[in-house]
């Protein structure tokens, strides 16, 4: 399926497919996360935006990727539609500089977890923040909005295309 880059008309899409996949404070700050993303990515399926990804840059040395947001209308998934999406933001963020990507998932919510593994990505403790990128992680995990029950995922793009 094409993945194309998101535009301000798939806003209303993007809070369809929000508001049916996430609870509605989630679903509020994914449709708010739009301002200011970086990949902001839309799949479509027949011409109809199906998935979107909404993610974020953090520039400095070295540039830093996160996957904020990432959702699949019901009625297409398990399709390899959010593999795609994730795979395209990867791409994007490599081509960029990163050199890691990060994503916040829910301890129970094994679809995120399944699909985030199939993709490379570890879970890493929130300290590794601090480790990697000293007082500056730390300001990075302050824009990355973690809740307390949220895991930290990283994928290291040393394989990268
Ligand atoms: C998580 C989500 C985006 C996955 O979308 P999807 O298009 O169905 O995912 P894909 O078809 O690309 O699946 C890729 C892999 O993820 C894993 N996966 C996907 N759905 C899964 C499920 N329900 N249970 C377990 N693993 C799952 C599998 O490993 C899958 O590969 P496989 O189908 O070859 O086994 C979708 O379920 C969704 O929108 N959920 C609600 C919103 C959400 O939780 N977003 C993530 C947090 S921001």
Same mark, same amino acid.
Not at 120 to 129: C, Q, S, T, V
């Given at each position: 399926?094409?993945i194309?880059?998101?535009?301000?008309?798939?806003?209303?899409?993007?809070?369809? @497919?929000a +508001?049916?996949?996430? /609870?509605r404070?989630?679903?509020? *700050? =994914?449709? %708010? $996360?739009?301002?200011?993303?970086?990949?902001?990515?839309?799949?479509?399926?027949d011409?109809?935006?199906?998935?979107?990804?909404?993610?974020?840059?953090?520039?400095?040395?070295p540039?830093?990727?996160?996957?904020y947001?990432?959702?699949?209308?019901?009625?297409?998934?398990?399709r390899? @539609?959010? +593999?795609?999406?994730? /795979?395209?933001?990867?791409?994007? *963020? =490599?081509? %960029? $500089?990163?050199?890691r990507?990060?994503?916040?998932?829910?301890e129970?919510?094994?679809?995120?977890?399944?699909?985030?593994?199939?993709?490379?990505?570890?879970?890493?403790?929130?300290r590794?923040?601090?480790?990697?990128?000293?007082?500056?992680?730390?300001?990075?995990?302050?824009?990355?909005?973690?809740?307390?029950?949220?895991?930290?995922?990283?994928?290291t793009?040393?394989?990268?295309?």
């Amino acid at each position: 399926m094409p993945i194309r880059e998101g535009a301000p008309a798939d806003v209303d899409a993007l809070r369809r @497919i929000a +508001r049916a996949a996430f /609870d509605r404070i989630y679903a509020f *700050f =994914a449709v %708010r $996360g739009v301002r200011g993303a970086w990949p902001f990515l839309i799949a479509d399926v027949d011409g109809v935006p199906t998935g979107f990804l909404v993610g974020r840059w953090f520039g400095g040395r070295p540039p830093i990727g996160y996957v904020y947001f990432i959702a699949v209308d019901s009625n297409f998934r398990r399709r390899g @539609i959010a +593999r795609t999406l994730v /795979d395209e933001s990867l791409r994007r *963020f =490599a081509r %960029r $500089g990163a050199t890691r990507v990060f994503a916040a998932v829910t301890e129970e919510n094994d679809a995120s977890l399944g699909l985030f593994g199939s993709l490379g990505f570890e879970k890493a403790p929130r300290r590794a923040l601090w480790r990697w990128y000293g007082w500056r992680g730390l300001s990075v995990e302050l824009r990355m909005v973690l809740a307390p029950h949220e895991a930290l995922l990283v994928r290291t793009l040393t394989d990268t295309r």
